[in-house]
């Protein structure tokens, strides 16, 4: 079965250090990586992704993404937190075999507060 | 400004009385699709349409409708709404490849009492 696992409900950074959001992922083929920022009454915002190519993926607000094929990982990145930066992340995954469907197969998501 | 909307944003209603949320993109998406997000289950597909006139049932569809008359509107259909139909819906919408991004309105908190 398809399915993404966020390890960690919560992850607590002091602003300025780095930060790191861990997602593996199980999926037929190769995958298709997503990460979204939910802020508190706001929708999903898209992040970045990995479709093919450099395993390192730039996104928006700093953040990067390290794609490990042999680990089934693609862990979120950014090497300076800011408190502006403390919201739920999610990770994603495009599921396979659906067909038409372009359904995203969703981690729990991981909450991270980045302290001042 | 490229978006998807979804109205109302917030919604509180009784058992049985039926509603509809919103959702428009202004994008030109052809798929466009409902999500619920719940505590402890995260986001599941509801509905999914590849274009108009073409819709398919997601991962949880019982309870739900969903039309596609116009390319750039998807709304979701409760016709008779359960107490278990109470959470936060959002509406995404993105181009027909497999790699193209998916771009998610704003959310729709609904109870249902």
């Known amino acids: 079965a398809q399915s993404v696992a966020q390890p960690e409900d919560q992850v607590n950074v002091a602003e300025g250090n780095p930060l790191t959001v861990k997602c593996t992922y199980s999926?037929?083929?190769?995958?298709?990586l997503f990460w979204y920022v939910q802020y508190p009454n706001r929708g999903l915002q898209f992040l970045l992704k990995y479709i093919t190519g450099d395993n390192l993926v730039k996104g928006s607000y700093g953040f990067e993404a390290e794609f490990n094929k042999s680990q089934t990982s693609f862990h979120l990145k950014k090497p300076s937190a800011l408190v502006s930066d403390s919201a739920l992340y999610f990770c994603a995954v495009r599921a396979h075999n659906a067909g038409n469907n372009r359904k995203l197969i969703w981690g729990l998501g991981t909450s991270l507060a980045v302290n001042p | 400004e490229a978006q998807v909307t979804q109205n109302p944003r917030y919604l509180i209603t009784v058992t049985g009385k039926k509603l509809t949320v919103t959702c428009s993109q202004n994008m030109n998406h052809e798929y466009m699709s409902w999500y619920r997000q719940d505590p402890g289950l995260g986001l599941r597909q509801i509905y999914y349409?590849?274009?108009?006139?073409?819709?398919d049932k997601g991962d949880v569809p019982e309870g739900y409708k969903v039309s596609r008359k116009e390319k750039r509107n998807f709304p979701l259909i409760l016709e008779s709404p359960s107490p278990n139909q109470t959470s936060l819906y959002f509406c995404?919408?993105?181009?027909?490849?497999?790699?193209?991004?998916?771009?998610f309105g704003p959310g729709t908190r609904l109870t249902v009492l």
């Open positions: 349409s590849m274009n108009v006139e073409v819709t």
């Open positions: 995404a919408s993105s181009g027909r490849l497999a790699t193209d991004t998916q771009y």
């Open positions: 999926v037929s083929g190769n995958p298709y």
